[in-house]
């Protein structure tokens, strides 16, 4: 099953169950299907011209327009379950109770625990990041 959609000029980035990502034209034609995650790809944003997946292996993957994996950014202990580009920065929000922040070039920042539970969703709204 489809699990996010995103984006990317004329291309629709989906992601799923089966742990690929796979490329969509506007008449609905697989282009390109791509391989990487180790589990489920629960999320997709465009942040920076690039696509991020993060995934139930614990991973954020970076994909260029082409469909090439350029980076992947390591440090959750569970499933990435959402992603949220704030200005300059990415957010993560997680199955271990965690947010991190990371820059374009893939590097944590910042570590911010506080959850009790797994962190579902993200926002950015009026200078502030709300999760849940």
């Known amino acids: 099953a489809v699990a996010c959609f995103a984006l990317l000029e004329n291309t629709l980035w989906s ?19 791509l391989r990487g995650h180790k589990g489920v790809v629960l999320c997709l944003t465009v942040w920076q011209g690039h696509v991020w997946s993060g995934s139930k292996d614990h991973r954020i ?3 260029d327009e082409d469909g090439h994996c ?37 590097r944590c920042l910042r570590e911010c625990a506080g959850h009790r539970g797994r962190v579902c969703c993200m926002t950015f709204a009026n200078g502030v990041v709300w999760s849940g």
């Open 15 to 33: 992601g799923g169950d089966d742990r690929c990502l796979r490329l969509w034209d506007h008449k609905g034609t697989c282009l390109r299907t």
């Open 61 to 63: 993957r970076v994909w």
């Open 70 to 106: 350029v980076k992947e950014c390591l440090g959750h202990s569970g499933a990435v379950i959402c992603l949220q580009p704030v200005g300059d920065t990415l957010w993560s929000g997680a199955g271990d109770g965690c947010l991190r922040i990371w820059t374009a070039q893939g």
